[in-house]
């Protein structure tokens, strides 16, 4: 198990797999994997909700993608894979999932929050 990846990124129309996300930054050198988990809940300010339905400008949102993780990698000794949904995602279901590797955990839970944060500011997906 002393694979070492330093960062995926991916979109997908698929289902994401929390097991298989976490696998590639599951390393011998690693003490600690945190793993974000954005699921959709089925109410928002009030209102019934029955579904996302997530759009992407492809192109730019890859590229943003791996510019998110390439900074969470130059921030912290972190390995990093990013998914991110399209398409219609239903209630329970994640919408993306960041999983954050690092020897030790303060780094990779704050890799992990910042992920999230950069994430809705400069990645072109819109629900």
Same mark, same amino acid.
């Given at each position: 198990?002393?694979?070492?990846?330093?960062?995926?990124?991916?979109?997908?129309?698929?289902?994401?797999?929390?097991?298989?996300?976490?696998?590639?930054v599951?390393a !011998?050198?690693?003490?600690a994997? %945190?793993?974000?988990?954005g699921?959709?809940r089925? =109410?928002?300010?009030?209102?019934?909700?029955?579904f996302l339905?997530?759009?992407a400008?492809?192109?730019?949102?890859?590229?943003?993608l791996?510019?998110?993780?390439?900074?969470?990698?130059?921030k912290?000794?972190v390995?990093?894979?990013?998914?991110?949904r399209?398409?219609? %995602? !239903?209630?329970g279901?994640?919408?993306?999932?960041?999983?954050?590797?690092?020897?030790?955990?303060?780094?990779?839970? =704050?890799a992990? =929050?910042y992920s %999230?944060?950069?994430?809705? =500011?400069?990645?072109?997906?819109?629900?």
């Amino acid at each position: 198990m002393s694979k070492k990846i330093r960062y995926k990124t991916f979109i997908t129309h698929n289902e994401l797999n929390i097991e298989e996300l976490s696998a590639d930054v599951i390393a !011998d050198r690693n003490g600690a994997v %945190v793993v974000f988990n954005g699921i959709t809940r089925d =109410q928002t300010d009030g209102r019934k909700v029955l579904f996302l339905e997530y759009e992407a400008y492809l192109p730019m949102a890859k590229a943003k993608l791996n510019d998110v993780a390439e900074e969470m990698c130059d921030k912290w000794d972190v390995s990093v894979v990013i998914a991110h949904r399209i398409g219609r %995602v !239903d209630i329970g279901e994640s919408s993306l999932i960041v999983t954050v590797g690092s020897p030790h955990r303060a780094s990779a839970y =704050q890799a992990s =929050q910042y992920s %999230v944060d950069r994430i809705k =500011q400069i990645v072109p997906i819109w629900k």
